[in-house]
């Protein structure tokens, strides 16, 4: 499994070089969120705010008036649950080009509840004028800087560091709402399941389906890193055309994330098709290692055969050593500021 | 025009300005009265003196409101009214959109607001809205949230030094909203990026939501407060023309500036004594209350001089 490291670092000060007007903003989280390097590149476009989002996001909002492009990097937590008011009236209201990178989505950090952001993409998806993108891997993590760049007004990121698998060519970086068919056989008529994955449920929804497909199960897989404005044709009438439905998987709340947001497509379309979300079942999580977490709260490999298991009524007898290997980034390594 | 013209000249907009919000209030049976009267001479020395802003050639026309900004809609601004800016001029952000009606009546009176929009004010698919948005003439950020404004007009103070601008960002903040944990915030921010660039009017009527400030949360002593946190702070009778004036030239430094301008509520308008503690919103309980305003008003429009002009 090829891995890299620190992609967002690197491509935010080799980016910089080219975009004088863009600021980084930062609250006391600068190297957990790799703007270290933008720091010390661009001593001049890097603001120290402190521990106050509220006045960074509605500072931000300032600065975008008058034509610079802030980069608000902290953990996503901060952004959404501490600044929400000042997100909304600020920055989404005036539809002002913010880009906020929240850092930690879901079960990526052993901060607990704290630090988990598990409602990010229900609370920003519901914001006007909001664009809501989330890497899946190492490819999509560097180039979500230059689709955040690239779409007018306010786009949130909930964006990955550290070490991150490379799942995607280099050559075909992250496009504003284009979903990627990772398998979409089409030659055999409908599939039996449609999954649609984001951000580091991908991984994991590749090496459960690989095995599921060596089953005889069949699975047409699409990931998402466009959450809003989400609008996809052609993973509706992949489900339309599929024999048992949809599964829905992703590192957030099953209420309002990617599982909702397929959910209100298919009733818009009037597909009566199943739909399964595999999610954080709403719940708050607590703080332990990425693996533990993926396993206890159902994000990993297995959850996803439980579910076709369930479905299907089938027993698979599929264990963890079938899957191919995963990236699991150790939680005290030199890819990160800090274990958190 | 003498020292003494352009102070006549202030005082009288002052008036006009509570003369406008009265009107106002009677008509819609309710508004935010007191804040005209303790503002009233800070927007009218804003306008009057101490604001640089492009000149307009006719008082502009209130547009209708033609949706909030996004894609495919661009904002509409307020910004227009006060002469659309220029790296030489000052902008101005109101932060408590509350005193919406202060503002669109000092633009009035600076004859940048015509006198037609002034009538649309409250109106449903006006944008003379009560508590004014962007889109809203004078308003050139949305603010009614309180807190927000000085971090945005911290946000345009710095992009504006960086862009080598000398036009400065003024701010005029309610005292009430000094007690948002943002406002701590981005006073610690203004004077840490050191954005000299930046100056604000706080209007100290001691009046809120609840009742007076002193009960519902201290802010005192405001000026220390603010010192402490390495603003440059000046302390003010907020009625006081030529006061508010000074302070509104004062050399450029590399801190932010705050006038705190104690100011009184009821301020040339007694008939509001009877309203006490509760001055944030003044809406009329009997006939009685309402006659009396309406006499006042009377007097107070019979009293106008004639360089006021006709409204």
Redesign the interface.
């Known amino acids: 499994m090829e891995t890299m490291t620190k992609v967002h670092a690197r491509h935010l000060v080799e980016w910089g070089k080219h975009h004088p007007d863009a600021y980084v903003l930062s609250a006391d989280l600068t190297a957990s969120c790799e703007a270290d390097g933008f720091r010390g590149a661009y001593p001049e476009r890097f603001?120290?705010?402190?521990i106050?989002e509220?006045?960074?996001?509605?500072?931000?909002?300032?600065?975008?008036?008058?034509?610079?492009v802030?980069l608000v990097h902290t953990f996503a937590v901060f952004i959404y649950r501490r600044a929400l008011?000042?997100v909304a009236?600020?920055v989404a209201?005036?539809?002002l080009p913010v880009k906020m990178f929240g850092f930690l989505p879901g079960i990526l950090t052993p901060g607990g509840a704290t630090h988990q952001a598990i409602e990010d993409t229900a609370v920003m998806r519901a914001l006007?004028?909001m664009t809501v993108i989330e890497p899946g891997d190492a490819t999509e993590t560097e180039t979500a800087l230059d689709v955040a760049w690239e779409t007018?007004?306010p786009v949130y990121v909930r964006q990955l560091r550290g070490e991150v698998p490379v799942l995607f060519d280099r050559d075909e970086p992250m496009k504003l709402g284009c979903p990627r068919g990772i398998f979409c056989d089409l030659r055999g008529g409908g599939p039996d399941f449609v999954l649609i994955s984001s951000g580091i449920c991908t991984e994991e929804g590749m090496r459960a389906s690989a095995v599921l497909r060596e089953k005889g199960v069949s699975i047409f897989h699409y990931h998402v890193s466009t959450l809003k404005p989400f609008d996809c044709p052609e993973i509706i009438d992949a489900i339309a055309s599929s024999r048992r439905g949809a599964i829905t998987f992703e590192n957030h709340s099953i209420v309002g994330g990617l599982g909702s947001a397929v959910a209100e497509c298919m009733a818009e379309a009037g597909l009566s098709k199943p739909l399964r979300r595999l999610g954080i079942r709403d719940t708050f999580m607590h703080g332990a290692s990425r693996r533990y977490l993926a396993h206890e709260y159902g994000l990993d490999a297995m959850a996803l055969v439980s579910a076709v298991e369930k479905a299907t009524g089938e027993d698979f007898s599929i264990r963890e050593e079938n899957f191919r290997e995963t990236c699991t980034p150790a939680m005290h390594s030199d890819a990160k500021a800090e274990a958190l | 025009m003498s020292k003494d013209d352009w102070t006549v000249k202030v005082l009288q907009m002052a008036h006009g300005i509570r003369r406008r919000v009265l009107a106002h209030t009677l008509a819609r049976n309710g508004g935010y009265l007191s804040q005209a009267c303790s503002s009233a001479e800070i927007f009218a020395a804003l306008y009057g003196k101490i604001l640089k802003l492009k000149r307009l050639d006719t008082p502009l026309p209130a547009g209708s409101f033609n949706g909030?900004?996004?894609?495919g809609c661009p904002?509409s601004t307020g910004a227009v009214f006060n002469g659309g800016g220029g790296s030489d001029c000052d902008n101005f952000i109101l932060s408590p959109a509350q005193y919406a009606l202060v503002l669109y009546a000092a633009l009035a009176e600076a004859g940048r607001l015509d006198e037609r929009s002034m009538e649309t004010y409250d109106i449903d698919g006006s944008t003379v809205e009560m508590i004014g948005?962007?889109h809203s003439p004078g308003m050139e950020?949305?603010?009614?949230?309180l807190?927000?404004g000085i971090?945005?007009?911290?946000?345009?103070?710095?992009?504006?030094r960086?862009?080598g601008e000398t036009g400065r960002v003024v701010l005029l903040l309610s005292d009430g909203e000094c007690q948002t944990?943002?406002f701590w915030?981005?006073l610690?921010?203004a004077c840490?990026?050191k954005l000299g660039n930046l100056l604000v009017y706080v209007d100290m009527n001691g009046c809120q939501c609840d009742g007076p400030t002193s009960t519902v949360m201290n802010l005192e002593p405001f000026d220390k407060r603010l010192k402490s946190f390495g603003a440059r702070v000046r302390r003010i009778d907020g009625h006081d023309v030529s006061a508010l004036a000074r302070c509104g030239s004062l050399p450029g430094g590399d801190v932010p500036t705050f006038i705190v301008c104690d100011t009184d509520p009821c301020r040339d308008m007694d008939i509001l004594q009877g309203f006490r503690p509760k001055l944030h919103y003044i809406r009329f309980s009997s006939r009685k209350e309402k006659r009396a305003c309406q006499k006042f008003y009377d007097a107070m429009s019979a009293a106008r001089s004639p360089a006021e002009g006709k409204v």
Not at chain 1, 47 to 50: E, T, Y
Not at chain 2, 151 to 160: L, V
């Open positions: 603001l120290s705010m402190g106050a509220q006045n960074m996001l509605a500072f931000a909002g300032g600065m975008a008036r008058e034509g610079l802030p008011d000042q009236m600020s209201y005036p539809n006007p004028n007018p007004g | 909030t900004p996004g894609p904002a948005a962007e950020v949305t603010s009614g949230s807190g927000q971090s945005q007009a911290s946000g345009i103070a710095f992009a504006r960086v862009k944990g943002e915030e981005a610690q921010a840490y990026h």
